[in-house]
């Protein structure tokens, strides 16, 4: 009976902890800022040396994209090559195709710029 008691203890545990890091992961691909804007949907990225947050962002095919760029440090810019754009403060774009897009920022922003990465999802 005991040790059915530190099983159970020990699942929920784990299970709890589990869930709070799935959480924090998906918290940096929800954690834009969004606004519809009539037809142009507005998304503020936190910049920062070394990341973006969001790293992810997921939009439509064929919707108008503002993206906003919030640097907390220093300059940063966004550069979607794909789409043939390079974002500095803000800049609109229209998803004209589906898949998965890298991006990057594309201001040398110092030593661990080359990690800063993240990916357009056009669904």
């Not at 503002?66 to 774009?93: C, Q, T, Y």
Request: net charge positive.
């Amino acid at each position: 009976m005991q040790n059915k008691k530190l099983i159970i203890f020990v699942s929920l545990f784990i299970f709890i902890i589990l869930i709070f890091l799935l959480i924090f992961n998906f918290k940096s691909v929800t954690s834009a800022k969004v606004i519809d804007n009539g037809n142009v949907r507005e998304i503020t990225v936190n910049a920062k040396q070394f990341e973006f947050n969001p790293n992810v962002i997921k939009v439509k095919e064929g919707e108008r994209v503002r993206i906003k760029i919030n640097n907390l440090d220093v300059e940063h810019a966004i550069s979607i090559p794909e789409f043939g754009i390079d974002i500095h403060g803000e800049g609109e774009f229209v998803a004209k195709k589906k898949g998965n897009f890298s991006f990057s920022c594309h201001i040398y922003c110092g030593s661990g710029h080359e990690a800063m990465k993240g990916v357009l999802i056009v669904e």
